[in-house]
């Protein structure tokens, strides 16, 4: 099943907008109606760490996924008709399932 460029856009385009209203609720609700208005910060940004390497990891799980499924189909295509290709087409597969890998590796590094 391939993606059509009209629905990913709308995809990212929808995973943006919900990016940005929760990321800006949070000042929007805390405002009070007074005429001053004190700002604490603290120090407890755990939650936030979570939810990045959330997203990176499934970012990067879903374009490798999606680039594996559009190389692998072609990969196998290529192998069938030359046997010979199998070593140069595994590297290509390989270079893919890495970015899953730098998803995780980013994500880890992200929570440490």
Known sequence: MLLNKRMVFRTFL???????????????????DNDTVT???TEDT???????AGIAVSLAGIGSSIGMAMAGSAAIGAIVE??????KVFLFV???EAVAIYGLLAAILMVL
């Open 14 to 32: 929808i995973l943006g907008v919900m990016g940005i209203i929760t990321f800006t609720a949070t000042t929007v609700f805390a405002q009070e």
């Open 39 to 41: 700002v604490t910060v």
């Open 46 to 52: 755990s939650g936030l760490k979570y939810i990045g």
């Open 82 to 87: 030359n046997p010979e290709l199998f070593g």
């Open 94 to 96: 390989v270079l893919i």
